[in-house]
């Protein structure tokens, strides 16, 4: 999916895992400051691992993972970790790699799971979580118009600590009247 300004968002295949390690690599110390996962991710085939389980979820309904590319480059992930197809609900997740924060690329990658999420998936609720420290990550759904609906104390178990999530939703009736 096209997401504007040379940004695209890719479906995972197993030949990304390379570049996925990479990135994680050389972003482990951030990305481990609100992920949970970097500490598994040890390897190339930890990378494959990943992709292998997303496309799994994927083939269910039960997930849609893509990779973020721009200037050639994977430079992120960013996808529903979660679909409920019986509640027609979902939620987004996202990371990108340092170099590429700043450009307002994630708002732009989330504004394109939102319409994909609506129109496409036929999904009634999207929902965000973020830590609530997590400044960067909440200013997301945010600035596209998500209703901060509460907070879920310590229901994250990162390296060091437990975080409270913000919970952000966004309905599909309030998107199309935004759309207006
Ligand atoms: C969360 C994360 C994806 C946010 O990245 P980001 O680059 O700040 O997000 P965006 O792509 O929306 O960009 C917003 C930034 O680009 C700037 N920007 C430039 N052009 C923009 C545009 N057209 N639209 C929006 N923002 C724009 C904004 O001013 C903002 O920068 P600022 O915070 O310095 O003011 C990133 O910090 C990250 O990967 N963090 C680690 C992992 C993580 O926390 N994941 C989320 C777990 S819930």
Redesign the pocket.
Known sequence: MKAGRGLELRPLYLRDAKAIFALVETNRE??RR??PWPDANRSVLDSRAYILRVRALQRRGAAQSFGLWWQGALV?VAGFVWIDPINRSGGI????AQEA???????RAVTTLVRHGFRTLDLNRIEI???VR?L??R??PQ?LGFRREGTLRQTERLADRYVDHAVYALLAKEWRAAKR
């Not at 997740?93 to 990108?96: A, I």
């Open positions: 951030r990305l609100w992920l992120g997740g996202y990371w990108l924060e700043g450009h307002g690329l994630m708002t979580r973020a830590g997590n960067r990550s200013a997301i600035r």
